[in-house]
């Protein structure tokens, strides 16, 4: 099944510590990005990448940090700099620039204790 | 900015009702717009896209319009059922690189 998959889907972590979250896409896309979902409120984009080994910050990329090193994989780093890290973190795809059409994974929860 | 808004916030309605949710946005150079779903605690599922040089697109029971020019998208559900329960978002492209932007949704419960 093509799909963009996210791990870990739930993801603790105490203060001061940095974590890394999963997206691999099976879909051949070229373009992949990371949104950050809070309650009652819209997506907010973090970064996005066009291209393997090129990667754009989006609205709110301070306290992230992300690598493009093969065409599946996208990980981020949500580092200690990230003042408010607790969310919901999804990870999408699209064929490429200008082709339309998002494809969502499910999700990973970040809680920080 | 763009600025993308859904109104209502949270709809209730009774199971066999069309009902109608709506999407403004306030820059109208947009390149398409994007009606998702969301379950509790999911990832967002792809409803309809439409190009902006579309005005409509239909999918089963759901049929989305786009008026560029007043910056506004409905989404149209026909003979609503409680599986239809979920919080809906629009999302608008203005850009060539797929930087959409999201509004924060409108809660829908079809009670049965």
């Known amino acids: 099944d093509g799909g963009i998959t996210q791990s870990p889907k739930y993801l603790f972590r105490k203060e001061g510590q940095n974590v890394t979250l999963s997206c691999e896409q099976n879909l051949n896309h070229d373009a992949m990005y990371w949104y950050r979902q809070d309650p009652g409120q819209g997506l907010r984009l973090i970064y996005y990448?066009?291209?393997?080994?090129?990667?754009q910050k989006g609205d709110i990329a301070e306290g992230y940090s992300v690598s493009r090193e093969k065409k599946e994989s996208f990980p981020l780093t949500v580092t200690s700099a990230q003042k408010n890290p607790t969310a919901f973190y999804l990870c999408?795809?699209?064929?490429?620039?200008?082709?339309?059409?998002?494809?969502f994974g499910e999700g990973s929860r970040l809680t920080v204790l | 900015k763009q600025e993308v808004t859904q109104i209502p916030a949270a709809l209730s309605v009774p199971e066999g009702e069309n009902l109608v949710l709506n999407c403004s946005f306030t820059d109208s150079a947009i390149y398409n717009l994007q009606w998702f779903r969301q379950d509790p605690g999911k990832g967002l599922t792809s409803l309809l896209l439409i190009q902006s040089s579309q005005r409509e697109q239909t999918s089963g029971r759901l049929n989305a319009s786009l008026d560029k020019s007043s910056g506004r998208s409905t989404l149209y559900i026909a003979a609503s059922q409680p599986g239809d329960s979920a919080t809906y978002l629009c999302?608008?492209?203005?850009?060539?690189?797929?930087?959409?932007?999201f509004g924060a949704g409108t809660r829908l419960t079809v009670k049965p």
């Open positions: 999408a795809s699209a064929l490429g620039p200008g082709t339309g059409e998002l494809f």
């Open positions: 990448s066009q291209i393997v080994n090129d990667f």
């Open positions: 999302a608008v492209s203005k850009l060539v690189n797929n930087d959409m932007r």
